[in-house]
């Protein structure tokens, strides 16, 4: 089974703090994936990175970075927490697009409150 | 401007009907659309995808179709149980590009 491992389920984090989300996939997928999911929105893509060290912006980017060292682990970094950034932050996996191999396999979300 | 919508209020059914759900969309030529499940405080887990030149895809009691002049798809699940219960959500996909494109999702409530 694929598994995508998200480092915590619930963060409280204050404003202004930079905050860490770490993400683990163990199936030797090119794609990872950050999104947040808040009520009525939908999930909106944050980043996107399709090979270690190569990222690109998703339709949320600003207030948030990420990192991929290697190929296994993607890492979303709030610079400088704000309270808006209080959501349900999901990362997901996935092969090269196309085909039937399209499918994205999501972590179990990471509750961040910013208080 | 492109949309994609499901409907927002929770469909309440009784066990062993047939529920429907309903993803339409507007402004895009997705490729393919999948359909995924997603438990209270649970990442979704995909579920099934069709593509466009697919009228209709099953897998056990899960039926989904997709009409791309209609821009809409319908996924059925038929005789469903409680353990249904759950959100619903679909997403656009271009070969082109690597995003999905989510609904924010219908919850599904199947009454014993």
């Known amino acids: ?87 349900m932050y999901l990362c997901a996996s996935g092969l090269a697009t196309g085909g039937e191999n399209t499918e994205a396999f999501f972590g179990q979300g990471t509750r961040l409150t910013v208080v | 401007s492109q949309k994609i919508e499901q409907n927002s209020e929770a469909l309440n059914i009784q066990e062993g009907k047939t529920a429907t759900l309903t993803c339409n969309y507007t402004n895009y030529s997705p490729a393919y659309l999948q359909w995924y499940r997603q438990d209270p405080g649970r990442g979704p887990v995909f579920l099934l995808l069709i593509r466009e030149n697919e009228k209709e895809k099953r897998k056990e009691r899960l039926k989904v179709t997709f009409d791309t002049t209609l821009k809409q798809s319908l996924f059925h699940i038929t005789a469903s149980q409680p353990a249904d219960s759950a959100t619903y959500l679909c997403a656009l996909g271009m070969d082109s590009s690597y995003k999905l494109i989510f609904g924010s999702g219908t919850r599904l409530l199947v009454r014993p």
């Not at chain 1, 683990?24 to 996107?48: K, T």
């Open chain 1, 1 to 87: 089974d694929v598994k995508v491992t998200q480092s915590s389920r619930y963060l409280v984090k204050r404003t202004g703090e930079k905050v860490f989300l770490e993400c683990v996939q163990d199936m030797d997928h090119e794609n990872m994936f950050w999104y947040r999911q808040d009520p009525g929105l939908g999930l909106r893509l944050i980043y996107f990175s399709y090979d270690v060290k190569m990222k690109e912006k998703g339709d949320i980017p600003e207030g948030y970075s990420v990192s991929r060292e290697k190929k296994e682990r993607f890492s979303l970094i709030l610079e400088s927490a704000s309270t808006n950034q209080t959501s």
